[in-house]
């Protein structure tokens, strides 16, 4: 089973930066779609950027600008670059990924953005 590890979350102060990573592995199939989701406490999970394996990228609206989704095929990892993060964007991120099989989703990172 494909399985997806995430990193770099962590505590930040309003206005700074964090790069989360998530790597895939296991998978004998071709992953056409990677991203990232995140889930604040009491809320549900929300779309934060997606990325297909020919670099098209989807961003929410309250992302843009900010946010900046990337991948590298050959290492199947895909990245998460957050600048000028905000107390709303303190949330647990969740990698997720799509091959022909199906979808996979990781374990989580949280991200707490202090005031």
């Known amino acids: 089973q494909v399985q997806l590890v995430e990193s770099g979350g962590g505590l930040v102060q309003a206005g700074g930066s964090l790069r989360l990573s998530c790597a895939a592995s296991?998978?004998?199939?071709?992953?056409?779609?990677m991203g990232w989701y995140r889930q604040a406490p009491g809320k549900q999970r929300e779309l934060v950027a997606v990325?297909?394996?020919?670099?098209?990228?989807n961003y929410a609206d309250s992302m843009k600008g900010r946010f900046t989704i990337s991948r590298d095929n050959a290492k199947n990892t895909v990245y998460l670059q957050m600048n000028s993060l905000k107390p709303e964007d303190t949330a647990v991120y969740y990698c997720?990924?799509?091959?022909?099989?199906?979808?996979?989703w990781g374990k989580g990172t949280p991200v707490t953005v202090s005031s």
């Open positions: 990325i297909t394996n020919t670099g098209s990228t």
């Open positions: 997720n990924a799509w091959d022909s099989k199906g979808d996979y």
């Open positions: 296991g998978s004998r199939f071709s992953i056409y779609t």
